[in-house]
């Protein structure tokens, strides 16, 4: 068995690069954190780090036992709290998951309803991949996740309350920005800058399904970037593809939004919630109740697969 104070002892040396570093979180020597790493690396079969005098970096085989670890060690820290907040009488904390940033989403809105109306519950939330968020929900360390599309996996329902409007970034000194109103088709040449995190892979997929035709694909570079951080790279015929409604421009008033429209009208992108049908947590079951009555649907009026039990339990 690995005790769990070697897992850290690893994840911040991976984290800060250096031995040193690491040891000075713990309160700890050098000395002693190397030779606890370097114990840990025995009893693996697997060296974990390439040293040299510049610090520490992961070797192949220690990136993925690192990312296990971290799961490990997240896993276990949520226990902790978890037990924590029975001991206290706490159980009605909502434990959410965000696959995005929040600052313009139609959840944020929602989330400080939530708040006001049940301060007795308060909000636990994770920014994570939408692959944790997944692990989250069928570890149990998250009651509920928020992104895009149905779940992959048969064990997770998924039921879209919102859609969040699609917006487009582009240089205030392009001939698209003079138009009130911009469509696909206008932006045919153009070059999109797409996050590589969520929302991503979706709009990109969409801008795939409206602009491809034979002889033509659109232009696409993705960038290991937040959405947010796109719209310094927005510049000549290059735009930065996003969601959520904007009211003013940024970067000096160099970049302006739009949303694009299609002959249907503004572009959306359906947004869902996630979660496990064995969950009893009263917290999720009042959450879903609250989103469904704020957005005014409920989980049978929707395309999405999901059950009514827990989402109407609330209202």
């Not at 700890?28 to 697997?46: A, C, D, V």
């Not at 313009?104 to 991949?129: D, M, V």
Request: charged share 20%; net charge positive.
């Amino acid at each position: 068995m690995i005790d769990i104070h070697l897992l850290r002892y690893a994840l911040a040396a991976a984290d800060t690069g250096s031995f040193r570093q690491a040891a000075n979180q713990f309160r700890i020597k050098q000395s002693t954190l190397s030779k606890h790493i370097l114990y840990l690396e025995q009893r693996l079969g697997l060296s974990i780090f390439a040293r040299s005098t510049r610090g520490v970096v992961p070797t192949e085989p220690g990136i993925s036992f690192l990312e296990r670890a971290r799961m490990i060690v997240d896993e276990v820290e949520a226990l902790g709290r978890d037990t924590s907040n029975i001991a206290r009488g706490q159980r009605d904390t909502l434990r959410i998951g965000l696959g995005y940033p929040l600052a313009t989403s139609e959840l944020s809105p929602a989330l400080r309803s939530y708040t006001k109306a049940y301060p007795e519950r308060p909000i636990e939330a994770t920014e994570q991949s939408r692959g944790m968020l997944l692990r989250g929900l069928s570890t149990g360390r998250i009651d509920v996740a928020v992104f895009p599309g149905l779940s992959p996996t048969p064990d997770i329902r998924s039921f879209s309350f919102w859609s969040e409007q699609i917006s487009v970034a582009i240089a205030a000194d392009h001939p698209l920005a003079a138009q009130d109103r911009v469509y696909w088709t206008d932006l045919r040449t153009c070059t999109f800058l797409v996050t590589a995190a969520d929302p991503g892979p979706d709009i990109a997929q969409m801008i795939r399904a409206r602009l491809s035709a034979p002889g033509h694909e659109p232009r696409l570079e993705t960038q290991a970037v937040g959405p947010e951080s796109l719209f310094p790279l927005v510049s000549g015929n290059r735009v930065a593809v996003t969601f959520g409604t904007r009211q003013r421009s940024v970067a000096g008033d160099a970049t302006i939004f739009r949303s694009p429209h299609d002959a249907f009208g503004p572009t959306r992108l359906e947004q869902s919630v996630h979660w496990r049908p064995g969950n009893r947590s009263p917290a999720l079951a009042t959450f879903l109740g609250h989103l469904a009555q704020r957005f005014g649907c409920a989980p049978h009026e929707t395309r999405c697969e999901a059950s009514s039990d827990q989402a109407v339990a609330g209202r």
